[in-house]
């Protein structure tokens, strides 16, 4: 069974400083690992994603993300906060089974100081 | 660009009441999923369909079914409402042709069981 955990369910930082938000999971298969964003009052979109090949992925709005099979982590970052950034991201994993299930982390609510 | 649709946003029932929650997407996607979503504990799957009259259990299916008659549409029932149903409630779609897919979301429908 695959899980998630993120650490933090609650990360502040001040506009223009370094965002991290940390993911780890437990697979019994080589995991395929994703980032999702849900702003306020809407679903959640597609941050990146990680599937094979290079660790290090980059995604929408400046966003990236390391894979780290050593350490089963996926940690987002940013380098510098925007208020936009201002959401709820969650970390989630497949197995790439042919229904594409994913399991999800419990979210992180990132806050961004002015 | 993919969209998913559900049919309300905020919905107030009673306990006991047989409610229905209506998804729709517009991009002939295979896989459909219902999810609900509760503070600390990200999305949790509660059914998923890869195909029109299919229907596979989630983590967590008690006290609901589902119904898929067409492929651009998937309902989720509660069969009598209670009020540890109070939720966001989200519908996602993916292609269904690889298990890397992305899974797109609708905007969620918060539903309150009185």
């Known amino acids: 069974a695959q899980s998630v955990t993120q650490l933090g369910s609650h990360v502040s930082v001040s506009e223009g400083a370094l965002v991290l938000l940390r993911c780890n999971y437990s697979s019994s298969v080589p995991p395929y690992l994703f980032w999702y964003v849900q702003y306020p009052n809407q679903g959640l979109q597609l941050l990146l994603k990680?599937?094979?090949?290079?660790?290090l992925v980059k995604g929408i709005n400046g966003f990236e993300a390391e894979f780290k099979k050593s350490e089963t982590s996926f940690h987002l970052t940013k380098p510098s906060a925007h208020m936009s950034d201002a959401a709820e991201y969650f970390c989630?994993?497949?197995?790439?089974?042919?229904?594409?299930?994913?399991?999800f982390g419990g979210g992180t609510r990132l806050m961004v100081k002015p | 660009d993919v969209k998913v649709t559900q049919s309300s946003r905020y919905l107030v029932k009673r306990t006991g009441e047989k409610v229905f929650l209506e998804c729709v997407q517009d991009?002939?996607?295979?896989?459909m999923f219902w999810y609900r979503q509760d503070p600390g504990l990200g999305l949790r799957l509660i059914y998923f369909s890869y195909d029109v009259k299919m229907k596979e259990k989630g983590d967590i299916p008690e006290g609901y079914s589902v119904s898929r008659e067409k492929k651009e549409r998937f309902s989720l029932i509660l069969e009598s409402a209670s009020t540890n149903q109070t939720s966001m409630y989200l519908c996602?779609?993916?292609?269904?042709?690889?298990?890397?897919?992305?899974?797109?979301f609708g905007p969620g429908t918060r539903l309150t069981v009185l």
């Open positions: 990680y599937t094979t090949g290079a660790t």
């Open positions: 989630a994993v497949s197995e790439g089974n042919a229904g594409n299930m994913l399991t």
């Open positions: 996602a779609s993916s292609p269904g042709v690889s298990g890397t897919d992305e899974q797109f």
């Open positions: 991009m002939d996607h295979e896989n």
